[in-house]
């Protein structure tokens, strides 16, 4: 291979990586979408659901984003060198409710969290799929603050996982930022790329065709 036929090739391989990105950037759209729908549900059991099942899906996008463009200290000075190429290529110096892992960890490791939580809270109620402001909930006893699991606060336009909140709104802000940088630099609208462009990945239902 000759220097230009090298250089398309790691273009490639870096289009696949921010095809995904702007991908999971699009569901993360849909999600908030489908989270504004929910609210005009009647029923209010199957509204809370939807309320949850749409910020669950919000937040496993915003992962997804997260871990390539961050990627985790196991992904290896590999994954370290391809989270700084992919932020460098598409201009990104700060999403820091993206990069923040602490909602995301709350969801994906749900289940570790979990047990630490019982393992340290014995006198206090847990409660699980709250939609409302953070103080509607009252117990017999004062000091009884309950153990919030998942909760939707309408006031503050926040979801919470265990002890990590995020502000819905601003997230959303973020990643459709990066979805817009991922357009421009599929669209050879940002510097570094390589002429000609053509679609690394075909998904069914899109014509076969170079860009």
Known sequence: MDDLELDLLAQSHTDLFVDEIRQQCRYAS???ADLNAAWEISDSVER???LFFAAQSLLSAAAMVSKLLWPVARSGARGRARGEKLRTTLQITAS???QSRSV???FEHFDERMDAVLAKSHQHPYVDQIVGPTDMLRFEVDTA???FLR???TDKGTVSVLNATVRINDLVDELLEIKRACDKWL?????GRILPISRTVIRMGERCTDR
Do not use: C, M, T, Y
């Not at 669209?187 to 510097?191: M, Q, R, T």
């Open 104 to 106: 995301r960890d709350s």
């Open 96 to 98: 820091p409710l993206v």
């Open 30 to 32: 849909f999600a908030a």
């Open 151 to 153: 909760r939707l606060d």
């Open 187 to 191: 669209n050879g609208e940002l510097p």
């Open 48 to 50: 809370d659901e939807r």
């Open 145 to 147: 603050v309950p153990n």
